[in-house]
């Protein structure tokens, strides 16, 4: 019988968690049907159908982490006339390494349904669908979570926390009130704070784990420009002026992603990437641009960046950054990246160094403008600056071939007509 495994959604896949099934054993399933959702190192994906059939068998629970290939559920083939691309073979348990979260899916719950999340007026409350996700599996009424992201959005962590707190109150029953011989309730003391408050880690924060640790093994090093912006902030103004009627809005980390973009053209050994015992120059620039998510970070790219107008650039940021942070990536969408960009200047950092995407060559870290004084025809004067420092793996890049690169793109940064010519 075929069987249905995890599949490689990324090319930096080796095991996902099997989050949730959308279909139980005894249900007809066609070819193309999504059967479940797989969370990712990057994101949380469908798992698709390749075969016609009953589901007779799920071989692994919700909640757990399965590797590549290991099989997840069996199709029956009925008379469909599916292709049949799904492994045949006696249906054999997946070999599975299970997390915290996998231990709390095997446990009976004994919660009520939880209903829709609260609405305030017509609005629905503010939560991420991983948050909603994580507080239905543990019997969790989001309106009664306390939310903590932008704008008192409901984020996993707080979901986490109220799990954990809600163990901690079934763990110590000698705090409930008992009822006195007068019949009336003591009031309960007020509880203690705990000094700290676990927050188990989801499958996307240990693989990024995992990744930023082989990233930190690379040889790292560092160089950093200033850069006048004065001419950039203005041709920025006079762009989106210009286009405001055509719903053009140019941000900065766009001129960036343009400017990096046709930068690498004249200095490919910077678009390249470390493979072991070898280094692979890459023909098409794709530019990653880092986005923060409730999780921790997405790197949704922007594919051929060098061929694309700016407000091709900028109408692609937006939507890819939109779809980072309610969860929505396609695979294409945050793969096959070659360069990155992180823009920290929107939170006051003037200056910070990233760390290397791998397996990537280099990464850009941005800060924000600030005022410096300078002498121009012997007159003291004060223009905008930005600090731009470029983390580069050693093994890939040498000091000068670096240093060239970043040169170059200061020279685009200050005089901006270079960025769409």
């Known amino acids: 019988m075929p069987e249905v495994v995890m599949p490689r959604l990324s090319d930096t896949m080796e095991e996902g968690v099997l989050s949730r099934w959308l279909k139980k054993e005894g249900d007809v399933v066609r070819q193309g049907d999504v059967i479940g959702e797989i969370d990712t190192d990057k994101a949380t994906m469908d798992l698709e159908s390749f075969d016609d059939g009953i589901l007779e068998k799920l071989l692994v629970p919700e909640g757990t982490t399965v590797a590549i290939g290991q099989p997840l559920a069996v199709i029956g083939v009925g008379t469909g006339t599916g292709t049949g691309t799904g492994r045949t073979g006696p249906a054999v348990p997946a070999r599975v390494s299970t997390d915290s979260s996998a231990q709390e899916a095997s446990v009976p719950s004994t919660s009520k349904p939880v209903p829709a999340p609260a609405r305030i007026g017509s609005q629905r409350l503010l939560s991420s669908p991983l948050a909603r996700r994580e507080a239905a599996r543990h019997g969790l009424n989001p309106a009664t979570i306390t939310g903590t992201g932008p704008g008192g959005r409901i984020v996993r962590a707080d979901v986490e926390a109220a799990i954990a707190a809600a163990k901690t109150e079934q763990t110590h029953p000698e705090e409930q009130a008992l009822p006195t011989d007068q019949g009336t309730r003591p009031a309960p003391p007020p509880p203690s704070a705990p000094d700290s408050v676990e927050v188990p880690l989801s499958h996307r924060r240990k693989v990024a784990a995992r990744r930023l640790a082989e990233s930190a093994a690379a040889p ?202």
């Open 220 to 421: 790292h090093f560092y160089l950093t420009v200033v850069v006048g912006v004065d001419a950039l902030f203005k041709f920025r103004s006079e762009v989106n002026e210009r286009f405001a009627d055509q719903g053009i809005k140019v941000s900065v980390t766009d001129l960036l992603v343009r400017a990096c973009a046709v930068t690498l053209r004249t200095h490919p050994q910077v678009n390249s990437s470390w493979a072991g015992d070898r280094i692979l120059v890459h023909r098409r620039i794709n530019i990653g641009v880092a986005v923060a998510v409730d999780e921790g970070l997405m790197v949704p790219v922007v594919t051929g960046a060098d061929a694309k107008s700016l407000d091709q650039i900028s109408a692609e940021t937006l939507s890819l950054a939109q779809k980072a942070r309610s969860g929505t990536l396609a695979l294409q969408e945050f793969t096959g990246g070659t360069f990155t960009i992180s823009n920290l200047g929107m939170f006051g950092i003037d200056n910070f160094t990233a760390v290397i995407n791998p397996p990537e060559a280099a990464i850009l870290a941005v800060g924000a403008a600030t005022k410096e004084p300078f002498v121009r025809d012997g007159e003291l004067c004060s223009r905008n600056i930005i600090k731009i420092t470029m983390t580069s793996d050693h093994r890939v890049l040498d000091g000068a071939t670096a240093a060239a690169f970043l040169s170059d793109l200061k020279q685009r940064l200050e005089d901006p007509l270079r960025i769409v010519i």
